[in-house]
């Protein structure tokens, strides 16, 4: 399980974080080698670096959803502490073996202050930045043109958004600026690519006020979805699976709220809309949420469709973009990336997937990954944006052409 992994390596670098924040803090002056510093401060340390921990033991209560709010920044705050420590020793190593005012600098007692005081600047303005930055929603255009007809259309608008990631992060406030947001741009279709929860569906605030504000979202053909990994009823420590991932199930409760909010679910279904073009919704490659691993192929999905009508797929995550351009799908909407939610993430996310956010055209799949409504985990965003995509679909075919 890798949250056994995970673990040992979380303390480690907690210890780390702890002895080189208090050799900094020493430096700075003798009256932190007291023990009546020492004390508070581990204590206060210990109870930050185990608020996921508690989070996760207590049982869903007003105080336990404060701890968990508090464990999710700070998460994000313990990743640029370790950060920005880790790049600081990594120079220190570095300057070691040179000679010069750097040398002479970063090896005095003044340098090695300032350098602290200027790192712990940089942690509090990146967190601030990134909590702040996580409520701000962003609108991104995209332009398709498919070689196919749509009988009644010479285009269509399609809102993308996915990972809403209703619950300790995410309540009224983001859902309605994301409702506004969509009524803005007088779509067709309005479609949800999955992570709508976040496991827990005691977390989220207020369903029916949710579920109300999301059914006042106005497009000529409604509002559709899939689920995603996030969609199944489990508890997440620190973000990641405490089982095995095998098992998960569905809380019956997330299909009431989406029947409630008018949205319909696709669930490995395919749906003919207006006898004009296909929607295709599929289920999440991990956790569908009926217990296994079991999904349709996009083969056994478009088969026996009429091809010379557009096809759009929606899925969570953006996989199997081969499969689907040789089924004969023309277009595949999906979200879960975040774009790497986190600077460096945003980065290292482009090492796991084919497309991990934007564009990418695959022979004549295109294929549009949105970064997101939410967050997960750490209630931040650094290096990306929280947006709604809207997908600007052009058909330059014509009635006779077959495929």
């Known amino acids: 399980m890798l949250l056994?992994?995970?673990?040992?390596?979380?303390?480690?670098?907690?210890?780390?974080?702890?002895?080189?924040?208090?050799?900094?803090?020493?430096?700075?002056?003798?009256?932190?080698?007291?023990?009546?510093?020492?004390?508070?401060?581990?204590?206060?340390?210990?109870?930050?670096?185990?608020?996921?921990?508690?989070?996760?033991?207590?049982?869903?209560?007003?105080?336990?959803?404060?701890?968990?709010?508090?464990?999710?920044?700070?998460?994000?705050?313990?990743l640029y502490i370790l950060l920005c420590i880790g790049i600081a020793d990594l120079l220190r190593?570095?300057?070691?073996?040179?000679?010069?005012?750097?040398?002479?600098?970063?090896?005095?007692?003044?340098?090695?202050?300032?350098?602290?005081?200027?790192?712990?600047?940089?942690?509090?303005?990146?967190?601030?930045?990134?909590?702040?930055?996580?409520?701000h929603l962003y609108v991104t255009p995209y332009e398709i043109t498919l070689d196919k007809s749509c009988p009644g259309h010479k285009q269509l608008k399609i809102v993308l958004a996915a990972d809403l990631h209703?619950?300790?992060?995410?309540?009224?406030?983001?859902?309605?600026?994301?409702?506004?947001?969509?009524?803005?741009?007088?779509?067709?279709?309005?479609?949800?690519?999955g992570d709508i929860f976040d496991?827990?569906?005691?977390?989220?605030?207020?369903?029916?006020?949710?579920?109300?504000?999301?059914?006042?979202?106005?497009?000529?053909?409604?509002?559709?979805?899939?689920?995603g990994n996030h969609d199944v009823s489990e508890r997440l420590?620190?973000?990641?699976?405490?089982?095995?991932?095998?098992?998960?199930?569905?809380?019956?409760?997330?299909?009431?709220?989406?029947?409630?909010?008018?949205?319909?679910?696709?669930?490995?279904?395919?749906?003919?809309?207006?006898?004009?073009?296909?929607?295709?919704?599929?289920?999440d490659a991990q956790k569908p949420g009926d217990g296994t691993r079991n999904r349709k192929s996009p083969e056994e999905l478009l088969s026996g469709l009429d091809h010379s009508r557009p096809v759009f797929v929606l899925e969570h995550q953006p996989r199997q973009l081969k499969e689907l351009e040789k089924a004969g799908a023309d277009l595949q909407l999906c979200g879960h990336t975040h774009d790497g939610q986190l600077f460096p993430g945003n980065l290292t996310v482009k090492l796991f997937w084919e497309n991990p956010c934007g564009y990418l055209q695959k022979g004549r799949l295109h294929s549009i990954v949105t970064s997101g409504v939410g967050v997960w985990g750490p209630a931040m965003r650094v290096g990306?944006?929280?947006?709604?995509?809207?997908?600007?679909?052009?058909?330059?075919?014509?009635?006779t052409t077959q495929y």
């Not at 005691?202 to 006042?216: D, F």
């Not at 620190?238 to 019956?252: E, K, Q, Y």
């Not at 990306?384 to 009635?399: Q, S």
């Open 166 to 193: 209703l619950g300790y992060n995410v309540g009224e406030k983001q859902i309605r600026q994301m409702v506004d947001a969509v009524n803005e741009q007088d779509a067709d279709l309005v479609l949800f690519a």
């Open 4 to 78: 056994l992994l995970i673990i040992p390596v979380y303390l480690i670098l907690n210890l780390y974080i702890l002895h080189r924040v208090h050799k900094w803090l020493t430096a700075c002056s003798a009256l932190f080698h007291s023990r009546w510093f020492i004390v508070p401060y581990i204590t206060i340390y210990s109870l930050l670096a185990f608020s996921l921990l508690f989070a996760f033991l207590l049982p869903a209560s007003r105080p336990q959803a404060l701890i968990k709010r508090l464990s999710n920044y700070w998460l994000g705050t313990f």
């Open 237 to 283: 420590l620190g973000g990641f699976s405490v089982g095995s991932g095998t098992h998960n199930l569905r809380d019956p409760r997330f299909e009431n709220f989406l029947e409630k909010a008018g949205i319909q679910l696709l669930d490995d279904q395919v749906c003919s809309i207006d006898d004009a073009f296909y929607l295709v919704g599929r289920k």
């Open 93 to 135: 190593l570095i300057l070691k073996h040179t000679h010069g005012i750097l040398h002479a600098f970063f090896f005095c007692r003044t340098g090695y202050i300032l350098a602290g005081m200027l790192l712990t600047l940089v942690v509090m303005a990146v967190s601030f930045y990134g909590i702040i930055h996580s409520n």
């Open 384 to 399: 990306t944006d929280g947006e709604i995509c809207v997908v600007t679909v052009k058909f330059e075919g014509d009635e």
């Open 199 to 227: 496991n827990e569906y005691e977390a989220v605030q207020n369903p029916e006020k949710l579920a109300q504000l999301l059914s006042e979202i106005r497009s000529t053909y409604g509002s559709w979805a899939v689920f």
